[in-house]
Structures are given as C-alpha cells and as structure tokens.
C-alpha cells in the first residue's frame, strides 16, 4: 500500500551533539572537508548509504548510535572544534571587509542554485554557476542576499529505458527534510508574501531559508493552503510548463523574490541591498517591484526607472535567441493591466520595457531579456567571446552605435575550487604550496611539484571514477531490465590506466552530444587501439519537452551498448552534481565541440583543468579567451565556411585526427619510469596558467570592482538628497529625447595636406544643429584611426570638439586638431552623442546624430 502523505521526522539529538543541526543547518559543509569528516565518522556505512546528505544521515542513524556518540569525548571534541571553526568563519573579516567602499548588500537572483546535490535545485550551468557564486562571495565576504524559488520536484531525476530512451522521473522533496528553516516574524510566525493576480486573485508563498556559508538563500514555496491548487503548482517543477505557468513563477521570483528582501531585512537586521544582479530575464520583473516601491516614495515612473537602472547588473548567460524567455504581450497585459495594475506602473510603459523595438524584432511578443537589460544600467556577458556576441544580438537596442560601443561587458565564468577540486589535489596543493590553498598565491611554483606524485594522484582520482561509472552502469542497466548475469560484464568495464576523456553536459542541439560518432567506425579503431586505446565517459540530460535531444541520448546510447565497445564508451544516466565532480576530477582531458560561438562560457572545462586534466575543445566560450597552444588543444572550426552538414564532418575529421595523431600519442609515450613527461608538462602548465584564471574568486572580484561597486555609487548618486539626482535626470533625458530628432550635423571640413605624414595633426571644423538642446547636453567628437577597404573604422579613437562662436543662422562651430599617429590608410567621422555626469557611457540613451555618408568619411594614406 502506497501512503497517501509523505513527511519528514526529523531527529531529537541528545544535547551534547545539539551543535550537528548548526553544522547541517549552514551549507558550507558541502565545500568543508573536515566538516564532511565529522559527519562521516556519525556512521561510515549509513553517510555512503544517504548520498553523503547530512539530513537523511541524522534522520536514519539509530538513537543506540546518538548515545554512544555523546559519550564519545574524541567525537565530541571534534565537533565543538567544527562549530568554532564554522562561527569564526562566519564573523572574522575577509577580503571585501578589507577591500574598501562597497555596496552594504547585492542582491543576487536566480531560477536555479546548484549548491549541494542533497539540495537539487539545479538543472544546468546557470544553477552550478550560481552555486559557486554564492559559495565564492561567502569566501570574500561579499554581502549577498540570494533570492531563488523552491521546487517541490527539483528538475528531475533521468533513467533509461531497454531501447536507450530518456525517461523522466520528478521526486517530490519535503522542505522539512531538506537543510532549511522557514523564515519567520520575531512572533515566531513564518513569513509570507504575496503578488495580485487577474480577477481579484493572489499568489502566495512561504518563504524558506537556506545558509550558503555567510550567505542567506532566501527560496520562495508557493505550496501553501491559501493558494488553490493552480496556483500551488507554479513552484512545483524548475522549468516545467509554459505560458501562465512560466510567467507566474517570474513574477513570482521577481516581484516576490524582491517582497522577500524586505521581510528578511525587517526581520533581521541586514543592511538592505543597495545592488540586484539579475542573470538571464527569468527574475526581471524585480525591476517592477521596485519601480512599484519607488512610486509610493513619490516618484514617478521614469524617474523609478532612473533609480531601478543605477543599482541594477543584469547578466545575459545565452548567446542562443531561443533560450530567453519571450511572452506574448496579450498574456503580459492580462497579468499587468486593469485593476491589477498599479497607477504610477501602467501597462502600457511596462510593455515598452520588453517591447522588441530593433530592426529584425517581433512586435507581438514581450522579452524577457530586452527589459532586464532597459532595467539595468550595467549589462554583461559571460565569457569575453560572450560579450562580442550578445554586442550583435542586442546591438539594436542602441540604436546607430558601432557594434563595439553598445554596453555590454563581459565577465568570464569561474569555478569554486573548493566544491570542484578534488580533496587529494588540494591536500598536495597544501603539502607542496602552501600559499595556495591558504590565499590563492603561489600558481609559478607549480613547475616544482614532483610529477610522479601528481601522476599518483591523477591514478587515484581515474581509478575512483572508474569505481563509480561501473556503479551507475551496473544500476542503470537494472533498470533498464538485465538480468545480473547480463550485467557481469560490468565488473571489467573501464580501464584506470587507459586514457580518459570526459564529455557530459545539457543536450541541445547545438552542443553536438553526438559529433564523435559522425564517422563510427573511426570512433570504434580509437576506442580499440590496440597501442593507444582510449575510452570515454558520457552524460547529460535533455530538456523533457526536447525529442530532438532524447534522439541523439538513444544514438549515444545504442552505440555504447554494442558488446565490442561497452568496455569503452559509457553513457552515464541522471548527470548531477556528484557525478559532475567525479568526472572533472577523473577524467584526463576534457571535450567540448558546440558550434561556435553558441556557447556562452561553458565551466566543466575550467574545473577539469584544475585537478590536472587537460581540454580538447572548439575554441568557444571561455576556450576562445585563454587556450594558448600548450594547455590543450584547439579543435579547428569551420563557422562560416561550410554548411552545417559539411561543418560537421570537417570538424568531426579533425576531432579524430587529434585524438589519435596527437593527444593519445602524448599519453601514451613513457620514459624508464613509466611517467608521461611531455603530458605532465602540459598538465604543469595548465594548472599554473589556467588557475589563477579560472577561479571563481577572480570572478567574483571582477563583479564586485567593474559591476557592484559602481553600480552602488550610481545608485547612492541617484537617491541622495530626496532622489534629486534621479529626477533631474529622467527630466533632462525626456527634454534631449523630444530635442533629438532634430539634432543634426550640418558641415564637416578638413585640410588634409597631399603627402600627410605619421605625426602631424588635421584640423577639424564642423557646424552643429543642436535644435532645441545647449552645448552642455551634448559632445561632440570625432571619431579617427585605421580604415579597412570599405572605409569602415576599425578600433577608432574618440576626440571630443570645442565648441566656438555660433554661426549666423544660429548653429554651433566645433573645432580640433586630430593627431595622425600611425601610418597607412586613415580616416575619421563625427557624431554627436548626449552628455550628462549621471550617464554610465556615451552609448546609454541610444541616441547619435551623424554627418550624411558622402561628408562624414574622409580617407587619406599616411606616410
């Protein structure tokens, strides 16, 4: 009989180990080793039976246990030890107490957290990511309120089935089973908020708490009794649905989410954020709450704008139109027109902020993305490749500026070394580099360390996986119907001494899951090379509404099943977290073929490259930034030179030709001692290279003093003095848009000599039509350097003109002299941008005014 209701009991601990719920209860125990330690010594046995998840431990370990455990002095010594350890890292400054004026608190909102897989709310790389910026900024103490929703089914768990197809199944969690607390009022009652909906409804949630080390994660329940069961379901799967289903739970995050802070802050005395960094679109309606909040402040809607955009980063993580949410503008009128809506937030002005006004846009849809970057002044890609291509994705949105001026920035990924590193590479780290481990200092020492014992531990960490492979292999193949005597090969499966390569993550199309099998009978002479054999090691899941991706899984699958080459090439079932450690810490090199540019970043390789694996990757994402010819290698791309078809096979010849002419020759070739030393080299190099780089420190650094820090000073410029700031700007800026469309460059003229030389200066007149506007609200400049051969500037400099006496029907003359620094073809042009102190750059109003094409360009060759 199956029960009707399933709930969790959670354990009465005998006061001397009281401490354990403080040490479950704050998640850094998922990167702690000594507090992972401490829980492994409870029950050795039952900690490998729950997954390694501390809850489930306490909850199933025998009160027999417990008792013996609070009369053990060695064990209780120990804990008391951890706890300290825990409270001083939780008080003692670190590296943003020390680093100056920043923001009081940033608040940090994502659909998805990949924290610790006994906490899966994760489906991807946005989730791991935002795990790691959560653990990293608890690290620096960075002053993060993360907000986030809960669901009940996670994403869900992935089997297969006897023909090799995906199968999904979603486990229900119980919040109390989980490591979290419901937030609650000082009376002891637990917090909710609300947001109206259509017809006179409301959406509640309960609002639950998880600690990530210093960090507080506020994650929001909408299964709750007030609510009907509709609306119950909005928190119930991570990506599930579409239409009101998906609106509903942005709203949700965003408007929600930003209720949450609130309440959180009342309650406990935290420092209110000064910054909201929202990544992707998915929480972009937090800039409406706020509009909302700053309205019943007093201000109006454009100047809540002003306010909302100074203190907002928003970070694009998908260079792939098809991954931002867009909604149809009907549904986004339903939910924020008629009595629902507040008058100082008109629908009308909230459908312009998603409204696709750019050459090429659908004007029947709301974009999630497009009002998450009008909502916030600083805008950034992932990866500096990123940041090139999200420049073209959302140039239009900037109207006549080059595409290199549009502002979006970029900041590279990087990975928490604590969550991904393996515990035996951070122990020799620690035994051989102190610095290391202890302040991330020390990467050009790495040539010292002894290669034979970086290849012990390199066995070590391959054999493990090898161990755990065969496990969900043998579970796998189970469920999928054999018997166990047609499991028996399983014990022979893998080889810890053959080379390794690790391939596992999302399944879209464009990441190429099945690229190695475009030629199967080249990949079966690899994988069976009698000299230089090579296997490997295959995860991932596909979206469940994608059968295009299930397809390739049951390709994969059905090849790896064949009984000549099941030794050596496994497809690993429900890719997660533990299993993604295990791979990046086992595998000797690291695959990755998107079609580029189509991978934002992309991580895995980072964290492989960390404990000594070397990466074999198109040079996309964060590849494309730091590959340098001895950390790797470079699968060779054919972007824009053939068809998809024909790309395919030219880039799967080349992926062949590299593992076997090149990396498998590395691996294999062995001195006296039975060491690779060409290999090792490279992995010498790569850690000493790539580390400092690839750390989510370096990350978090980037954000907090090129996003947060000025993000907080333009926010406290825009609210001083009753908001002062912020009203004079949206006036001026509605007084320069009227005026715009009359501002014109009228005349342009230069003396440029017969024979310029590398040296000299060209003076430069021009008359300005500045319509209805002055001087101060504009600069004028022109813009010069190298030409191509279609007269295009490339990587110009920018000199600002000085205004002279107007000229008698009223416009202005600019002057200056523009230095010919270099020699070779030269050309310049002029434009007139707006200028006002509290812009963040030239480009932000969109607005430019420049000459007629015949005048505006005049080339010369400089000697």
Not at 477 to 490: D, F, H, L, M, P
Request: with cysteine; aromatic share 8%.
């Amino acid at each position: 009989m199956k029960a009707i209701r399933r709930f969790t009991v959670r354990t009465v601990l005998p006061e001397p180990l009281r401490p354990l719920e403080e040490l479950i209860l704050n998640l850094r125990w998922s990167w702690h080793h000594e507090t992972l330690d401490l829980f492994r010594s409870v029950d050795p046995r039952l900690w490998e039976a729950v997954g390694h998840d501390p809850v489930r431990l306490l909850g199933e370990v025998s009160p027999g246990r417990l008792e013996v455990l609070a009369q053990d002095r060695r064990f209780l010594r120990a804990l008391n030890d951890t706890v300290e350890d825990l409270r001083e890292y939780l008080t003692a400054p670190r590296w943003y107490q020390r680093s100056g004026d920043g923001a009081a608190a940033i608040a940090y909102f994502s659909p998805e957290y990949g924290i610790t897989a006994a906490l899966p709310q994760y489906s991807g790389g946005l989730g791991i990511l935002a795990g790691d910026h959560l653990k990293t900024a608890s690290d620096l103490g960075v002053p993060l309120i993360s907000v986030g929703l809960l669901y009940r089914h996670g994403y869900f768990t992935q089997s297969l089935s006897p023909e090799g197809w995906q199968l999904e199944h979603y486990p229900t969690f119980d919040p109390n089973g989980l490591p979290l607390t419901r937030l609650r009022d000082a009376d002891g009652a637990p917090v909710t908020v609300g947001i109206g909906l259509p017809q006179g409804r409301d959406l509640h949630a309960q609002v639950w708490l998880a600690q990530v080390g210093r960090v507080p994660q506020l994650l929001l329940d909408s299964d709750v009794e007030d609510n009907d069961q509709a609306a119950r379901d909005i928190t119930d799967r991570l990506y599930g649905g579409g239409g009101d289903h998906r609106l509903l739970q942005e709203m949700l995050l965003g408007i929600g989410g930003v209720r949450a802070i609130r309440a959180y802050c009342r309650i406990t005395g935290h420092p209110e954020p000064e910054v909201f960094h929202t990544n992707e679109g998915h929480a972009g309606f937090l800039g409406l709450e706020r509009i909302r909040e700053l309205a019943d402040q007093g201000l109006d809607f454009d100047e809540a704008v002003e306010v909302v955009r100074a203190g907002t980063v928003f970070t694009t993580h998908t260079p792939v139109p098809a991954g931002i949410d867009r909604f149809p503008r009907e549904l986004i009128e339903r939910y924020f027109g008629g009595v629902n809506e507040p008058k100082a937030v008109p629908v009308e002005r909230v459908l312009d902020l998603g409204s696709e006004t750019y050459p090429g846009g659908d004007p029947t849809v709301f974009n999630m993305a497009v009002m998450g970057m009008r909502l916030a002044q600083r805008v950034n890609g992932v990866s500096r490749l990123h940041g090139e291509v999200s420049r073209e994705m959302f140039g239009g949105l900037w109207g006549g500026f080059d595409t290199a001026e549009v502002p979006v920035g970029s900041v590279t990924n990087g990975v928490h070394a604590g969550t991904w590193v393996a515990r035996e590479v951070l122990e020799l780290a620690a035994r051989e580099i102190p610095s290391l481990t202890e302040s991330a200092r020390g990467w050009d020492q790495i040539g010292r360390v002894s290669e034979g014992e970086i290849w012990r531990v390199r066995r070590v960490l391959r054999e493990r996986l090898v161990t755990e492979a065969r496990r969900r292999l043998r579970e796998s193949w189970r469920q999928r119907g054999a018997s166990e005597a047609e499991v028996s090969w399983i014990d022979d499966a893998l080889d810890p001494d053959v080379l390794t390569i690790g391939f596992a993550r999302r399944v879209p199309s464009y990441k190429r899951l099945t690229l190695m099998m475009r030629d199967p009978e080249r990949l079966r002479a690899l994988l069976l090379d009698p000299d230089r054999p090579v296997q490997i090691l295959i995860a991932g899941k596909a979206h469940p509404a994608d059968e295009g991706g299930k397809r390739l899984i049951q390709d994969i699958v059905r090849f790896a099943d064949a009984e000549d080459v099941r030794h050596r090439i496994v497809f690993l079932p429900d890719y997660d977290m533990a299993l993604g450690q295990a791979l990046v810490q086992g595998c000797d090199v690291w695959m990755n073929n998107p079609l580029r540019p189509l991978e934002a970043c992309g991580t895995s390789g980072m964290k492989a490259a960390l404990n000594g694996g070397l990466n074999l990757s198109i040079r996309d994402g964060w590849w494309d930034e730091w590959y340098d010819g001895q950390n790797g290698w470079a699968i060779p791309s054919a972007d824009g030179l053939a068809g998809p078809d024909r790309r395919d096979e030219l880039e799967a010849t080349a992926l062949y030709e590299l593992i076997a002419d090149h990396v498998s020759v590395v691996y294999y070739d062995r001195d006296a001692s039975g060491l690779p030393r060409r290999w090792m080299e490279m992995v010498k190099h790569t850690i000493s290279t790539l580390g400092p780089k690839v750390l989510a420190s370096r990350m978090l650094r980037d954000y907090v003093q090129e996003y947060y820090s000025p993000a907080a000073a333009s926010g406290r410029a825009m609210a001083a003095d009753g908001y002062a700031g912020a009203r004079s700007l949206a006036v001026w800026k509605q007084r320069v848009t009227r005026a715009w469309p009359g501002v014109a460059v009228e005349h342009v003229e230069s003396t440029v000599e017969e024979s310029p030389h590398a040296g000299s200066r060209l003076p430069i007149r021009v008359v300005i039509d500045l319509a209805e506007l002055s001087p101060d609200d504009v600069a004028v400049e022109v813009a010069y350097g190298r030409v191509d051969e279609t007269d295009e500037l490339q990587e110009p400099s920018y000199l600002e003109l000085t205004p002279e006496d107007p000229t008698e029907d009223g416009h202005l003359r600019y002057t200056g002299d523009v230095p010919l620094a270099r020699s070779g073809a030269f050309g310049y042009s002029v434009r007139v941008v707006p200028r006002h102190a509290l812009l963040s750059g030239r480009a932000e109003m969109g607005l430019i005014a420049l000459p007629p094409a015949p005048e505006g360009m005049t080339n010369g060759n400089l000697r």
